[in-house]
């Protein structure tokens, strides 16, 4: 109830990343929003989910920002995922979503981290995709080595890295 016995997870040094959740993959180019797929938040991979899909972690790290439609994690090395759900879906005013995790929880690939109700996005005649980028990627000068080639993939499935 209060957290207790619940086990600190430490921060893993880990260069993996995983795929966010279950769906179809999807190269980020291919993301109906041009500020994702123009790269202008960072190179990443997209996943139009399935209906009843768990957004999870795809890399070992701390959160930094929960906003409903987006979560921010920080890998050991100061890289920086930003998985943003559904576009537009800010719209929506954090309604189809409940966080799982708050900020500086410490998270591993398969974690959970935010529950949605893919319905209300549907209803909303919203794009459900889930874009996974790397938004301080230029300036750390990291290098992301992933298969985004189209297929179906499932939750934490190895996808490449993203090494600094």
Known sequence: MF??????????????????????ILPLSDVSDPVFSQGMMGTGYAIEP?????IVSPVYAK???????????????????????GVDTVNLKGAPFHAEVAEDDIVEPGDELVKVNWGQITESSLDKTVMVVMP????????????DAARTVKATQELGTAER
């Open 136 to 147: 301080n990627q230029q300036k750390l000068g990291a290098t992301l080595k992933i298969d």
């Open 50 to 54: 399935d209906d009843d899909a768990k």
């Open 3 to 24: 957290g207790f016995g619940k086990k600190k997870k430490e921060l893993v040094d880990d260069q993996r990343v995983y795929t966010v959740t279950n769906g179809n």
């Open 63 to 85: 959160v930094t920002m929960v906003q409903g439609h987006a979560i921010g994690l920080q890998r050991a090395d100061g890289l920086q995922f930003l998985i943003h759900i």
